[in-house]
């Protein structure tokens, strides 16, 4: 604020303010004159002639307010503010319901820095004359200067209201918006005023400091250059003009003005994180990290400068150094998601899977679906060997969006699973993993070696031979493929002529008995609620009858209860492909899919249920159930009451009818 400009308009104002009374005053001819004289002197700027002509008038008529007012607003223009303010109080004694004497003192205190004294000034004159608008400036200024802001805005507003092309108010609001850290409204004003008086507008650095502050840098660089051209050397202006640059990514520009800033003041340690943030974008990674030494020297427990140069580490690909820094950066915050996740690529790096694994779980807590963060971890997990549920994160990404690396990813953590398995001797467990790594690439030659050996496991012949070929064919390089493969013709010559003969009834035979030994372990397994261990007897005869489809759904409802929805959707998948009418596995899949929120899919396995079997009452009820979710009431109820015509069984009915009225409501 220019506070020589508000005084000047005060001056003016007290010497109208005197014109106006002269035909009031009670002046002698001789006083009256020598006031004549006085004003002359005035006019010629001969202010100490006119002080003393005015003191002379005073020895003569000594009760006369208007000399008073006078030889105050003399004193006021040599300096003599404590002898303005004694002869203003000397003129309120003589007029003390004069508000324009009031105003002049709140003035001159003004000038003097009693802010306090000057406000009370200033609302002796407003009670005295509530309806002069001009007063409630001077109350908006003097509200300014002690940051009163709210009450700065009222009245520079209501003086507004009464004055809105006032350039000096206007420009004095936009000030206070800014200085009460609302710059959207400040930029308003200061546009206004700029558009209006684009010549005579001068506030362009805090018109600028406020554009940036509202992110607005191409404008704020555009003012804020125009202030620097009245204030070449003010760093502060500078320092905001080179982050304006820095933030347009006119990086040239913002490393010149960085350097001009540091020029001036080589101390402004500050403004160091800033400047090392550009060197950094600009591949000035040395002169970098030196900026963020000198900053963090001075500003130690700064968590984005440690996590800042961990990053220029990480491009000089030094990752011990960048390690050590996303760890202080870590220590001084250990809430920012982005440290999180360098922390963890960095152990990643460096093999270190558990602090890996740690990281990678503390980022997903604050961004739970980052496909890239579960993709790692899956990598991380299936680096441990903890093939189950790298898996399943594998899978779950490749449903929400295929990734021909991930794919590659699952299929060779199926594989190393089904050795692992192969290892342990379980075998039908092994024979599924393998199965699910050919169902992903057809042409992994590893997938159907490991298949082949838990089919001879398993005593399926037949089954290993076909894939030891496959195998061989895929690979015919491979040494290991080639030895596995003559070894079993030659361990089993006289089961692969047989085969080659198509005497099939020796075999079949042998299946026979060991399929149902098979069903009858999985039976008991099952009744006991060992459901690992019947999922286990089932697999394996399955291997030996692959059309089995009952007890393909005994293995899928044992996994639907275990809450293992991916392997029960596909056994459920699995039997259709043998059976496209089975209803159980319609019926069974679309309770998955209902219990996954998949809705719309489910609503199409239980009308597929209904159009093979019309009195497949849980159908009906269950379609209702889906629709209610859908929140579709007229839905709903109608396959509530399709249900309720064919349900026999009382407590069913009672749950339903319940259902009903509630929907009806």
């Not at 307010?65 to 404590?82: C, F, N």
């Not at 500003?299 to 990480?314: E, S």
């Not at 009418?581 to 249920?609: H, M, R």
Request: include cysteine.
């Amino acid at each position: 604020m220019n506070t020589k400009r508000i005084y000047l308009s005060a001056i003016a104002l007290i010497v109208a303010l005197s014109s106006i009374q002269i035909s009031e005053a009670k002046m002698t001819k001789e006083a009256h004159a020598l006031y004549q004289q006085a004003c002359n002197y005035e006019y010629r700027s001969d202010y100490l002639s006119a002080i003393s002509t005015i003191q002379k008038a005073l020895a003569i008529n000594g009760d006369d307010a208007m000399l008073y007012t006078k030889i105050a607003g003399l004193y006021s223009d040599v300096g003599r503010y404590e002898d303005a303010l004694g002869a203003y109080k000397k003129a309120i004694k003589l007029r003390p319901n004069d508000a324009f004497i009031y105003i002049s003192m709140g003035n001159i205190l003004q000038t003097m820095g009693d802010y306090e004294n000057a406000y009370n000034s200033f609302m002796q004159a407003q009670q005295i004359y509530p309806e002069y608008k001009y007063n409630y400036l001077n109350l908006a200024n003097i509200e300014y200067f002690r940051k009163n802001y709210k009450n700065a805005i009222e009245n520079y507003n209501t003086f507004l209201s009464a004055y809105p092309e006032h350039q000096e108010a206007s420009e004095n609001l936009a000030n206070v918006y800014y200085a009460s850290n609302e710059p959207e409204k400040a930029c308003d004003i200061y546009a206004n005023v700029y558009k209006k008086y684009p010549t005579a507008f001068k506030d362009f650095a805090n018109y600028g400091m406020a554009l940036y502050d509202t992110k607005q840098f191409q404008a704020a660089s555009e003012m804020l250059e125009k202030a620097i051209e009245d204030n070449p050397d003010d760093e502060a202006l500078l320092a905001k003009l080179a982050l304006s640059y820095q933030n347009m990514d006119e990086n040239d520009k913002a490393l010149e003005t960085f350097q001009k800033v540091f020029e001036l003041n080589p101390k402004l340690v500050a403004l160091k994180f800033d400047y090392a943030n550009l060197l950094g974008n600009m591949d000035k990674n040395e002169e970098a990290i030196e900026q963020y030494k000198e900053y963090l020297t001075a500003f130690p427990d700064d968590a984005d400068a440690y996590r800042n140069l961990g990053l220029v580490y990480k491009k000089l690909d030094n990752n011990d150094l960048a390690l050590f820094n996303f760890e202080k950066s870590y220590s001084k915050d250990s809430s920012n998601v982005e440290t999180k996740k360098e922390l963890a690529l960095c152990y990643h790096k460096k093999q270190d899977y558990v602090n890996a694994l740690k990281y990678y779980d503390l980022a997903l807590k604050t961004e739970p679906d980052n496909y890239e963060l579960l993709a790692n971890k899956a990598l991380t997990l299936h680096a441990m060997n903890n093939y189950v549920a790298s898996i399943e994160i594998y899978k779950s990404l490749l449903e929400k969006q295929p990734n021909e690396r991930l794919q590659q990813n699952l299929t060779a953590a199926s594989i190393a699973y089904g050795y692992d398995l192969l290892n342990k001797q379980d075998y039908g467990q092994a024979i599924l993993y393998f199965e699910d790594a050919i169902d992903l690439n057809a042409n992994e030659a590893s997938a159907y070696f490991g298949f082949a050996q838990a089919n001879e496991k398993m005593g399926c012949t037949d089954i290993a031979l076909t894939n030891y070929e496959k195998a061989v064919s895929l690979a015919p390089g491979n040494r290991e493929f080639n030895i596995a493969l003559r070894d079993f013709k030659n361990a089993h010559k006289d089961t692969t002529a047989s085969t080659a003969a198509e005497k099939p009834k020796p075999q079949v035979n042998e299946q026979a008995v060991t399929y149902d030994s098979l069903i009858k372990l999985g039976d008991e397994a099952y009744r006991q609620q060992k459901y690992t261990d019947a999922i286990d007897y089932y697999t394996k005869a399955v291997v030996f009858i692959p059309q089995d489809k009952v007890t393909m759904l005994k293995i899928a409802n044992i996994y639907k209860l275990l809450g293992n929805n991916a392997k029960a959707l596909s056994f459920y998948d699995k039997i259709l492909t043998i059976d496209e009418n089975s209803v159980d596995a319609y019926f069974n899949k679309g309770l998955v899919l209902a219990s996954q929120k998949n809705y719309d899919e489910s609503i199409k396995c239980f009308e597929k249920v209904i159009a093979l079997s019309p009195d497949y009452p849980y159908a009906y009820y269950s379609l209702g159930m889906a629709y209610e979710q859908k929140d579709d009431s007229q839905k709903a109820l109608e396959y509530y009451y399709l249900y309720a015509g064919i349900e026999k069984d009382e407590k069913m009915l009672n749950v339903v009818n319940q259902k009903i009225k509630q929907l009806e409501k």
